[in-house]
Every structure is written in C-alpha cells, then in structure tokens.
C-alpha cells in the first residue's frame, strides 16, 4: 500500500482555501504514485473551529464544499477530516469526521469516538460520540480508521485512561492490517517524542500497524507540529515527515525499510514552535508586520529574534523607549539587538509623557510617598505609544512578559502587557535564558550583556526582578509545581521549598487571575498554560491558607 499523509496548514474557517490546499496535495500526491492520501483532522473547516460550529450557515457551507472537493478525488480515495451532521436525534448535532472520497463521490463516513473535553479541549460541546470504530478495504487488507483522540487511549502505555473504549484496539480484532489516524495533535514541549512513543507501543501491542497524518501551523494560542509517521507492526519507523512545517510523507508500507528516526534539540523545536506559532498568528489575523517595544533586555530579545524569523527582518519594527532611570547600557543592548537582527529601529522617549502624566496627577498625590503608581505610569505611556504605533502603521504589537512574570502579576495591565499577541508568555523565565542561549550558539544575536545582568522592569532606580521575587530557578520550580502539576502547598514545601517563599509565590498566582485574563492570547508550549488551559474564577474566595 502506497500511502501518502498530506500535513498540511489549514486555516480556521477558510473552507474555500483549505479545500484548494487539499487539492493540490492530493494532485502532488497521486502524482508521486500515491494509492490512498490522507489529510489532518478537521482539514477542511480547520482546526479548532470552535463555536462557528455552532452556525447552521457555516456546517451547510462545510458539506458543499466537502461535496465539491470530492468532484477533484479520482481513483486513489482521498481521507478527508471535517464535520458530519448526526441524522438521530437527541444527541450533538454533529460528528468529529473522515471522510472517504474516491472517483468524484462523498463515500463512507467514520466518527471519532473519544471526545477529548480536558486542558485545551472542548470537542463534547459540539460532537457526538461515534458508536464504534469502522474500517475500509483495501487491496484485500482491511484499513481502519480512527481520528486523534482514538488512539490516546492504550492501556499498554497509560497508567491511567480517560475512556473504557480502545477503538485500536477493537480494529485489530477485527482483522485490520494497518489503522490510520487523522490527527489535531497540538504541540508542547517533548509532546512530538511522546506521539511516537505512544504510537509505537500502540503498534507493537496490537501487532498492527499505525499511520497517523497530524496537522501543521498555528492556530490561535495552538500549534501544530506536523511530524506525521508511519509505523509498522513491529514498532519500526518506516518514515516521519517534517515538523513545524507543511510536508507531503509518501510511504509504502511493503517496502519502505525500518528507519533509526533522531529528534530535533528540544530548544530548536521550541524556537520553531514559536515562530511558527506567531507567523500564523499574525498573518492568519490579516497582518503582515509587528511592532516591539525594546528594553534592551533578554526577554523583548528573544520575542525579536522569533518574530524577524517568523516575518522576515524587514516586517518587525522595534522601538526603545526609555524613561529618567533607563540606563544607558539597555539602550546600548537594544540597538546593539536591532543592529545584530536587521531589523527597523528608533527610539522615542517616554519620559515627556511621563512627566506630564505626573503633574495632571500631581495635587491628588501630593503627600503620598512615590510607589507602584508612578512605576507603572512609565510602563503605561510605553503601551499608548506602542498602540499607537500599531494603528498607524498597521501593525500587531508583539508583548515581550514571559510565563514567570505572568503568574505572579510581575507585569503591568495597560502597560507592558498591551498587544495582540504574547509571544513567549508560556515560555518560563529560565527556559527563556536557555533559549537564548540556544540561538546564540553560533554567533552573538542577543547582546550578551541581555543575557548575563540582572533582570530588571527598570522602573525605578537599581530595580532587579529578585527585589519583588525568589530566584527564577526558584521560582519557576515552585511554578510548575502549582500552575502545570496543581500541588498543594505542603508538597511543594516537602519538596525542599522555603515555605514562606511558596506561600507568597502561591498568592500572587491566586492574586493576578484578573490581569492574566485581561492579557493578549499567548502561544501554549507547557503542559498547562494560561488561558484556555487553566480555567480559574476571578472573584472567589478559596485559598489554600
């Protein structure tokens, strides 16, 4: 069986354009002597199109254009993901589906089954649940068919399962040879070591083989990685396709030999994670070019470095702008920063602004020592400026906060959280030095100087970040214990924590829910991000202590 997995990059709603997309690969495909071509889960409506499942108009367009596609589909049958309506009823209006579509005709249809409704998942909101798993025949094998969630289900490889039913399994007693999955598999950290893993046990247990098409690109705070595989029975590699990129797997499952598969640097993957999580972003929401404020500090570094390699140098414009007690050395690192990438650059003082802020402000503060409010008066004017940069050049506004900041409200709401999308807000501040250093391995890029001095919002005089915080390897333990693991206090302190430090890293988490959720959409990359992620309530009264 030659088989061919078209990963490609759908965009959400764009039934006209992914159709088109389908097209050419399943032309390419077939061209390169393909007999059966496989697509991503929800490839034609992309993935995930959330509540415009919930619009009559756009499931009817949905099953029009599905019906056009199919008229492209000569001899070699093409596996296409979309949605299905559900004819009985009571029950969700509509399937998870693959479609089988072979000689211009819209044949079989197959339902997803194990409806994921955890961490960014929601799919029991829209879909019936398929009543069981079904397959086609092929060349005298029988082939199933199963869709993502199907197959993360192994009682072989997970200690603990979400579902009674294992669709892989119930298809190899059935006789199947091979089982193909149409996949939406969303990236994090390590996740494109775990799909395979899991796929080859998968494989070896039910002595069956596995060929799993996975979706690529960015699509809201989601990205896809892509790396689609073949796996034979025996647990083998027979070939994977690129990852964080579009890519056409042709593979024949007879003849193609066993392969040693390495994996990318686990900093390379995160690198191009983001960047192909924030080219998506930008240009799947109609723009072509980003603005970023420059501190001349490791973190709007790193987001310039991502965003000149996911736009190009001459579509990032950054901007320093520096207050009374910006020092001299940041705005050295700044432009060294600009110069080191290409890109555009200026530097506009905000201190004017600042100023004047002051004054209109000055006889309702008068007798009231300096604080927070004046700091974060400076970090304020940054924002008005950057967004108005933003409507004049029609540009997005990339923020620079990492996921450290973000959890204990180390950021300012209306200041230097203003923008369209957080780039690196899931990315924890001693990830984000690791990062750095990642992309200066070969030359300079990030000023060195951004990389080694003390962390700093520079809002007030001799500020570091450790003045309001525990030791970013402290801290971004502590993190991962309570944000990504949900640990109570008492375990993180068993842990060799400090317990006064946990229980005040604890509150300021619990404290900032309502400045995270105020935030710009950032790119997931953890196991548990904010956002979609980490459903908590703003005004609730529980604490631990």
Same mark, same amino acid.
Request: hydrophobic share 40%; with cysteine.
């Given at each position: 069986?030659?088989?061919?997995?078209a990963?490609i990059? +759908?965009?959400?709603?764009?039934?006209d354009?992914?159709?088109?997309?389908i097209a050419?690969?399943?032309k390419?495909? =077939?061209?390169?002597?393909?007999?059966i071509?496989?697509?991503?889960?929800l *490839?034609?409506?992309?993935?995930?199109?959330?509540?415009?499942l919930?619009?009559?108009?756009?499931?009817?367009?949905a099953?029009e /254009?599905?019906?056009?596609?199919?008229?492209s589909?000569?001899?070699?049958?093409?596996?296409?993901?979309?949605v299905?309506?559900?004819p009985d009823?009571p029950?969700r209006p509509?399937f998870?589906?693959?479609?089988?579509?072979?000689?211009?005709?819209?044949?079989?249809?197959?339902?997803?089954r194990?409806?994921? #409704?955890?961490?960014?998942f929601d799919?029991d909101?829209?879909?019936e649940p398929g009543?069981?798993?079904g397959y086609?025949?092929?060349?005298?094998?029988k082939i199933?068919?199963?869709?993502?969630?199907?197959?993360?289900?192994?009682a072989?490889?997970?200690s603990?399962r979400?579902y009674h039913?294992?669709?892989?399994?119930?298809?190899?007693?059935k006789?199947c040879?091979?089982?193909i999955?149409?996949?939406?598999s969303p990236?994090?950290?390590?996740?494109?070591?775990?799909?395979g893993?899991?796929?080859? #046990?998968?494989?070896k247990?039910?002595?069956?083989?596995?060929?799993?098409?996975?979706l690529?690109?960015?699509?809201?705070?989601?990205?896809?990685d892509?790396?689609s595989?073949?796996?034979?029975s025996?647990?083998?590699y027979l070939?994977? !396709?690129?990852?964080? !990129?579009?890519?056409?797997?042709?593979?024949?499952?007879?003849?193609?030999p066993? !392969?040693? $598969?390495?994996?990318?640097d686990?900093?390379?993957?995160l690198?191009?994670?983001?960047?192909l999580? /924030?080219?998506?972003?930008v240009?799947?929401?109609?723009f072509?070019?980003a603005i970023?404020?420059?501190s001349?500090?490791?973190?709007?570094a790193l987001?310039?470095?991502?965003?000149?390699?996911?736009?190009?140098?001459e579509?990032?414009?950054?901007?320093?702008l520096?207050?009374?007690?910006?020092?001299?050395g940041?705005?050295d690192d700044?432009?060294a920063?600009?110069q080191?990438?290409?890109i555009?650059?200026? =530097?506009?003082? =905000?201190?004017?602004?600042?100023?004047?802020?002051?004054?209109?402000?000055?006889?309702?503060?008068?007798?009231?020592?300096?604080d927070?409010a004046?700091e974060n008066?400076?970090?304020?004017?940054?924002?008005m400026?950057? $967004?108005?940069?933003s409507?004049?050049f029609?540009?997005?506004v990339?923020?620079?906060?990492?996921?450290?900041?973000?959890?204990?409200?180390?950021c300012?709401i209306?200041?230097? $959280?203003?923008?369209?999308l957080a780039?690196i807000s899931?990315v924890?501040?001693?990830?984000?030095?690791?990062?750095?250093?990642w992309?200066?391995?070969?030359r300079?890029?990030?000023? #060195?100087a951004s990389? #080694?001095? !003390?962390?700093s919002?520079?809002?007030?005089?001799?500020?570091?970040?450790q003045d +309001?915080?525990?030791?970013?390897e402290?801290?971004?333990e502590?993190?991962?214990?309570?944000?990504?693991?949900?640990e109570?206090l008492?375990q993180i302190v068993a842990?060799?924590?400090?317990?006064?430090?946990?229980?005040?890293?604890?509150?300021?988490v619990?404290?900032?829910?309502?400045?995270?959720q105020?935030?710009a959409p950032?790119?997931?990359v953890?196991?548990? *991000?904010?956002?979609?992620?980490?459903?908590?309530p703003?005004?609730?009264?529980?604490?631990e202590?």
């Amino acid at each position: 069986m030659k088989l061919a997995l078209a990963q490609i990059n +759908s965009v959400v709603g764009d039934l006209d354009g992914n159709a088109a997309k389908i097209a050419d690969a399943y032309k390419n495909a =077939v061209g390169q002597g393909a007999e059966i071509v496989v697509f991503p889960e929800l *490839a034609l409506t992309g993935y995930p199109p959330r509540d415009l499942l919930l619009r009559p108009v756009f499931l009817q367009r949905a099953e029009e /254009t599905l019906v056009r596609l199919a008229a492209s589909i000569h001899d070699a049958p093409a596996l296409v993901g979309t949605v299905t309506a559900n004819p009985d009823r009571p029950g969700r209006p509509i399937f998870n589906s693959a479609v089988f579509l072979r000689r211009g005709m819209v044949g079989q249809r197959f339902f997803k089954r194990l409806l994921p #409704t955890y961490d960014v998942f929601d799919e029991d909101r829209y879909f019936e649940p398929g009543k069981k798993s079904g397959y086609f025949e092929w060349d005298g094998q029988k082939i199933g068919v199963t869709i993502c969630e199907d197959i993360w289900n192994d009682a072989d490889f997970w200690s603990e399962r979400r579902y009674h039913a294992d669709p892989v399994q119930e298809l190899a007693e059935k006789g199947c040879s091979w089982v193909i999955n149409l996949s939406a598999s969303p990236w994090i950290s390590g996740k494109e070591k775990l799909r395979g893993e899991m796929v080859q #046990t998968i494989a070896k247990t039910e002595r069956i083989g596995v060929a799993q098409c996975n979706l690529v690109g960015g699509n809201d705070q989601l990205v896809f990685d892509g790396h689609s595989l073949a796996i034979n029975s025996e647990g083998l590699y027979l070939a994977r !396709a690129k990852g964080f !990129a579009e890519d056409l797997l042709v593979v024949d499952t007879n003849s193609n030999p066993p !392969a040693a $598969m390495p994996w990318e640097d686990d900093e390379k993957n995160l690198f191009d994670a983001l960047v192909l999580g /924030t080219r998506d972003y930008v240009c799947k929401c109609g723009f072509k070019k980003a603005i970023i404020g420059l501190s001349g500090g490791i973190d709007s570094a790193l987001v310039a470095v991502i965003a000149a390699n996911a736009l190009g140098k001459e579509n990032v414009y950054g901007v320093s702008l520096p207050a009374k007690v910006s020092s001299q050395g940041s705005l050295d690192d700044a432009a060294a920063l600009a110069q080191n990438i290409g890109i555009k650059y200026d =530097v506009i003082p =905000v201190e004017p602004i600042f100023q004047s802020a002051s004054e209109q402000c000055g006889s309702l503060f008068a007798g009231l020592p300096p604080d927070q409010a004046e700091e974060n008066l400076q970090s304020r004017a940054r924002g008005m400026v950057l $967004m108005a940069l933003s409507n004049k050049f029609n540009s997005l506004v990339l923020t620079t906060g990492n996921k450290s900041e973000l959890a204990v409200g180390y950021c300012t709401i209306y200041g230097d $959280m203003c923008g369209g999308l957080a780039v690196i807000s899931d990315v924890p501040k001693t990830r984000v030095y690791a990062l750095s250093r990642w992309i200066n391995r070969e030359r300079e890029i990030i000023p #060195t100087a951004s990389i #080694t001095k !003390a962390p700093s919002a520079e809002l007030r005089e001799n500020q570091t970040d450790q003045d +309001s915080l525990p030791p970013y390897e402290v801290l971004d333990e502590i993190l991962r214990c309570y944000v990504e693991k949900n640990e109570p206090l008492q375990q993180i302190v068993a842990a060799g924590f400090d317990e006064a430090t946990v229980r005040d890293v604890l509150k300021k988490v619990d404290y900032s829910e309502y400045k995270r959720q105020q935030a710009a959409p950032g790119i997931k990359v953890t196991s548990r *991000a904010f956002g979609r992620g980490r459903l908590m309530p703003i005004a609730q009264k529980f604490r631990e202590f």
